[in-house]
């Protein structure tokens, strides 16, 4: 199937270049997402008359989205979890608790955005990847405390 993409997609292509991808990956990845739409004649001629629209529209998507990686580098989240023994947390802070906090904090950052590689189940301060936009990442410092009952 032939594609045209919305956004950067990693290993597969830039802001508005034409792919061949297979059919599943488009109808139940790109799709859904908002990161391709199809190839049709019409959107062809549409992309051509419209590209230097949406390169200037992607362009100032970039810059808010860079700054909005600043104000995330620059915050601080605390969350506060009961704790067993040794420091360790009855439970654990997932990418859900961090994108709830944020979204306290104004930050609209979805749970899928929160680069965990695992949640965190030990007490301390954690420095935690948030990926704001294509190719746009910030690093949140997360502290984990002890919930004071």
Same mark, same amino acid.
């Given at each position: 199937?032939?594609?045209?993409?919305?956004?950067?997609?990693?290993?597969?292509?830039?802001?508005?270049?034409?792919?061949?991808?297979?059919?599943?990956? !488009?109808?139940?990845?790109?799709?859904?997402?908002?990161?391709?739409?199809?190839?049709?004649?019409?959107?062809?001629?549409?992309?051509?008359?419209?590209?230097?629209?949406?390169?200037?529209?992607?362009?100032?998507?970039?810059?808010?989205?860079?700054?909005?990686?600043?104000?995330?580098?620059?915050?601080?989240?605390?969350?506060?979890?009961?704790?067993?023994?040794?420091?360790?947390?009855?439970?654990?802070?997932?990418?859900?608790?961090?994108?709830?906090?944020?979204?306290?904090?104004?930050?609209?950052?979805?749970?899928?955005?929160? !680069?965990?590689?695992?949640?965190?189940?030990?007490?301390?301060?954690?420095?935690?990847?948030?990926?704001?936009?294509?190719?746009?990442? !910030?690093?949140?410092?997360?502290?984990?405390?002890?919930? !004071?009952?």
């Amino acid at each position: 199937m032939e594609i045209i993409l919305k956004a950067d997609v990693p290993k597969l292509g830039k802001l508005l270049d034409i792919v061949q991808v297979k059919n599943g990956y !488009a109808r139940n990845y790109l799709f859904p997402r908002s990161l391709a739409m199809p190839a049709t004649r019409e959107a062809k001629r549409a992309l051509e008359k419209n590209r230097e629209a949406m390169e200037a529209q992607f362009r100032k998507e970039l810059a808010a989205s860079e700054d909005i990686a600043t104000k995330i580098s620059a915050t601080q989240i605390t969350i506060e979890r009961s704790v067993v023994e040794n420091e360790r947390l009855y439970g654990s802070v997932s990418a859900s608790d961090i994108a709830a906090a944020l979204k306290g904090l104004g930050f609209n950052i979805a749970k899928r955005q929160i !680069a965990l590689t695992e949640p965190i189940k030990q007490l301390g301060n954690y420095s935690v990847p948030v990926k704001v936009f294509s190719g746009v990442e !910030a690093t949140l410092s997360v502290w984990v405390t002890n919930k !004071a009952t």
